[in-house]
């Protein structure tokens, strides 16, 4: 696996200060992609241990409320094992912070379909967030808060595997 770009500090990928990092390869491919550079798999630089330990060590910053995991495509099946690789070592290194994924797939697909791999499960579990569903150029809406388009759910994925639904995520900032 590649990774596009890492990026600290970012604030558009979810809530505080976050560690986003953008992996490489995509074959979803969605007309208006804002990353569609990352749709290549050999684009960016390898990831290793090196890569991992990089982005633990911005995480170890207290400013930073967690990490975010977007594309490319991390559920694409090249990309799991090592995309489940750093949610592992997040979890392990820095079980305080927050794991949110960013997807073209929907929830149910990841769970219910070809995608899955022997990692897509683990992934699954290990997210706090995931932001579904591709982007689509029709439903475009700047407005809209972590995501592109109106058809992308925020999901609290803890709580939709224990209650055996999608339950959308509720931003704890938010006052409706």
Same mark, same amino acid.
């Given at each position: 696996?590649?990774?596009?770009?890492?990026?600290?500090?970012?604030?558009?990928?979810? $809530?505080?200060?976050?560690?986003?990092?953008?992996?490489?390869?995509?074959?979803?491919?969605?007309?208006?992609?804002?990353?569609?550079?990352?749709?290549?798999?050999? +684009?960016?630089?390898?990831?290793?241990?090196?890569?991992?330990?990089?982005?633990?060590?911005?995480?170890?910053?207290?400013?930073?409320?967690?990490?975010?995991?977007?594309?490319?495509? $991390?559920?694409?099946?090249?990309?799991?094992?090592?995309?489940?690789?750093?949610?592992?070592?997040?979890?392990?290194?820095? $079980?305080?912070?927050?794991?949110?994924?960013?997807?073209?797939?929907?929830?149910?697909?990841?769970?219910?379909?070809?995608?899955?791999? $022997? +990692?897509?499960?683990?992934?699954?579990?290990?997210?706090?967030?995931?932001?579904?569903?591709?982007?689509?150029?029709?439903?475009?809406?700047?407005?809209?808060?972590?995501?592109?388009?109106?058809?992308?759910?925020?999901?609290?994925?803890?709580?939709?595997?224990?209650?055996?639904?999608?339950?959308?995520?509720?931003?704890?900032?938010?006052?409706?």
């Amino acid at each position: 696996m590649n990774i596009a770009q890492i990026k600290n500090l970012d604030i558009a990928n979810g $809530p505080g200060c976050r560690v986003s990092v953008f992996v490489s390869g995509c074959t979803r491919r969605c007309e208006g992609c804002f990353n569609s550079v990352a749709w290549d798999f050999d +684009y960016g630089e390898p990831f290793d241990d090196g890569t991992i330990i990089r982005i633990i060590n911005l995480m170890l910053n207290p400013r930073i409320s967690g990490l975010s995991v977007l594309g490319g495509e $991390p559920f694409e099946p090249r990309n799991q094992k090592e995309v489940l690789r750093l949610m592992r070592s997040v979890k392990q290194s820095v $079980p305080d912070k927050d794991i949110w994924c960013f997807t073209g797939y929907t929830f149910e697909q990841i769970l219910c379909s070809g995608i899955t791999t $022997p +990692y897509a499960d683990e992934m699954t579990r290990l997210i706090d967030v995931l932001v579904d569903g591709p982007f689509m150029l029709e439903q475009k809406n700047l407005a809209l808060k972590f995501r592109g388009s109106a058809n992308q759910r925020i999901i609290d994925v803890p709580n939709s595997l224990q209650q055996g639904k999608v339950v959308i995520w509720k931003d704890k900032y938010d006052k409706s």
